[in-house]
Every structure is written in C-alpha cells, then in structure tokens.
C-alpha cells in the first residue's frame, strides 16, 4: 500500500551527537513536511519541501537541518541533540501546498536523548 | 498568533454513545480551513474530517460532524455511535488559506469504555 514510512521508529543518542531521522513515500507527494511533537505538546512544524524547495519556519533552531535528495526521501539532521529535542518527530505529506490538502503522516520516529 | 486550544486533555464515552471534542482558536484571517486528525496508540496521524470557513454548513463524514462557529472561533468534533476503533489521541488543526500557517492544538485523548 503506498504510504510514509519512517524509520528507524525509536532512535537513541548520546548528548551532542549527530542523528540522522529518514522518511519515504510511495504517495508521489510534491511535499514533503517534519513536525516535532515532545510528549504533551501539540506538533510543531520545523520545515517542509515543495518539491526541492526548502522552507524553513521562522523559529527551527540551527540545529535542525533537513535534506530532500529525491522525490521519495526526506531527512531530518539533528547536528547536536541536546536533551531539550528528545520528541516524537513526525514527517508528513501532501499532494501540492494546498492548504486545504489532507496530510498524510507516517508513524514516527521517537528521538531519545541520553 | 494564530492559536489552537482544546481545553479536554481527556475525555471517556461509553461505547455507542455520543461525544464532543471542543477545539477554540484565535485568527485575525478571514479564510482558512480547520481540520480534526486522530492519532490512535502507536499508530499514524489521519484526517478526520475538514472544514473551510468559508463554508457555512458543517462538514460531515458518516459519523463524525462538526460544529464551526465562525463568529466564536470555536470548532467542535461529534462523534456518534462511539466505537472501540474510535479510541485515540485527536488532534484540532488550523491552517491559513495561503497554507505558510499551520498549527496543531495539544490533543485530547479520547478513550472508549465497552
């Protein structure tokens, strides 16, 4: 079935070293979105793709960066976690930026940091 | 700022009862669209249901309907005829009519009592 896939689904890190979060779809999705959703909170978009075009939201730390070297794959670069970023982190797609389009999430990757 | 608030961390329903879910917002825009997701345990975000607000009737999907009152900035999830799928974290969403906003509410967890 096509849908978004995350993986891995739990991450551990050490304080300070880098991680690397990857998601995949099969949708054929122009874009391409990353939330971050910490335990209790609502989910927090960092970034999203139209395509190649990266769009950062005004408030995503520096530590955040993302990548998106196809159509099919998004990642998510944490350069140096601190304890503050461990989180469910949520990727997302949706056919165009269309604000009316239906996202379609993937199950996430939840982000520990020691 | 635009804001999302659901002031019910949790709720409980006997199953094949009725529930409401209650999401407020604040926005100075007059168009934009409004969206209930479901994120049941372990397991990926889906939409729910939709709302334009430039539409005046409640949007329906089988079960589900909302009540969106414009003028209140209130926009509230009915479910009827509970089910045990039914149990899960649910998520109000606003997004602007140009889409660059996008803001998720905490989430009220819903469970359902057989």
């Known amino acids: 079935d096509a849908m978004v896939i995350q993986n891995p689904r739990y991450q551990v890190t050490q304080f300070g070293k880098p991680v690397t979060l990857s998601c995949s779809q099969t949708l054929n999705h122009n874009v391409m979105y990353w939330y971050q959703q910490k335990s209790s909170q609502a989910p927090k978009l960092l970034f999203h793709y139209y395509d190649k075009d990266f769009n950062n939201e005004a408030d995503t730390p520096d530590n955040f960066q993302s990548r998106r070297p196809n159509t099919s794959f998004c990642f998510l670069d944490i350069r140096s976690p601190g304890l503050g970023d461990a989180a469910m982190y949520l990727c997302?797609?949706?056919?165009?930026?269309?604000?009316?389009?239906?996202?379609?999430f993937g199950p996430g990757t939840r982000l520990t940091v020691l | 700022a635009q804001t999302v608030t659901q002031s019910q961390p949790e709720m409980s329903v006997q199953e094949a009862e009725t529930v409401t879910l209650s999401c407020t917002y604040d926005?100075?825009?007059?168009?934009?669209?409004l969206f209930w997701y479901k994120q049941p345990p372990s397991r990926q975000m889906i939409l729910v249901i939709r709302?334009?607000?430039?539409?005046?009737q409640n949007a329906t999907e089988n079960r589900f309907s909302v009540n969106f009152q414009k003028a209140a900035k209130s926009f509230s999830l009915k479910i009827s005829d509970s089910q045990l799928g039914d149990a899960a974290m649910y998520f109000c969403a606003y997004r602007s009519a140009a889409g660059n906003q996008f803001y998720f509410g905490t989430g009220t967890s819903l469970t359902v009592i057989p």
């Open positions: 709302q334009e607000a430039y539409k005046q």
């Open positions: 997302a797609t949706s056919p165009r930026w269309a604000p009316r389009d239906t996202q379609y």
């Open positions: 926005t100075s825009e007059s168009d934009y669209y």
